[in-house]
């Protein structure tokens, strides 16, 4: 039974595989050259990657919270306060969609 359900496994990831390879053959959005800013991408863009982009401007805050005694004395906490907090923002807020660079 044991083999059953291993040969199973195997033959079910082996199918899954050569049908996402077959079907993504058949896209013509994957080989258009002329338009590389296709639907997936700004998907991917607004699904995935501003939200990930809060999350760091969130935890940028907190860090550069804690990093304050140290960015103080040494006078570069607009420096801190820019990599931290500000560039993540707007990377996910300020940033026109759908990006030009994707």
């Known amino acids: 039974m044991k083999r059953l359900k ?3 496994l195997i033959s079910v990831v082996i199918s899954l595989v050569i049908v996402n390879l077959y079907t993504a053959g058949w896209t013509e959005e994957k ?3 002329d338009d590389p800013t296709t639907d997936e991408l700004n ?3 607004l699904l995935i990657a501003r939200p990930i982009g809060i999350a760091a401007g969130i935890i940028g805050t ?3 919270i804690l ?3 140290f960015t103080i004395p040494t006078g570069s ?3 801190a306060a820019q990599m931290f907090v500000v560039k993540p923002f707007n990377f996910s807020f ?3 969609f759908p990006d030009d660079n994707m």
């Open 77 to 79: 906490v607009d420096e």
């Open 62 to 64: 907190g860090v550069f």
């Open 6 to 8: 291993r040969v199973f």
């Open 94 to 96: 300020v940033r026109k």
């Open 31 to 33: 080989w258009n050259k």
């Open 67 to 69: 990093s304050l005694p």
């Open 43 to 45: 998907i991917i863009d």
